[in-house]
């Protein structure tokens, strides 16, 4: 049985060229952003808490919010795929996350310290 030779030189088809330049503008978006969140992180402990070592162990409202956001839209994602990729209820509930984040100033995640976040019992405060 002889295999077939590939040919190397066949150009990319319509589908190929667009998954290309879909993962390079999702690329540049996403580096765009992480970029941006690290300027505030660093701009906020650098510069505006300078000194103010205490501040170390408060999470800004970034961490807060873009943590709160990223969560939920894994909740979408699993939405999506167990109702069978249900557009209608998807769309609706990622376009009210998308108004609850537009529209408020502060985030419900509540996390005072950094160690809150941890989940370990012993870094969590008891109420004293």
Do not use: D
Request: aromatic share 14%.
């Amino acid at each position: 049985m002889e295999m077939a030779a590939v040919s190397l030189s066949k150009p990319a088809s319509y589908g190929e060229g667009v998954v290309m330049i879909c993962i390079f503008l999702s690329s540049r978006t996403l580096s765009t952003f992480h970029v941006c969140l690290c300027w505030i992180f660093t701009y906020h402990y650098f510069i505006v808490e300078f000194g103010n070592y205490f501040a170390l162990l408060v999470p800004i409202w970034t961490i807060k919010c873009v943590g709160e956001f990223i969560c939920h839209l894994f909740f979408v994602t699993r939405i999506w795929t167990l109702s069978n990729k249900n557009k209608v209820a998807c769309s609706m509930i990622a376009l009210m996350e998308l108004a609850h984040v537009g529209s408020r100033q502060h985030c419900s995640f509540q996390a005072t310290y950094w160690t809150e976040l941890t989940g370990i019992p012993a870094n969590k405060s008891n109420g004293l």
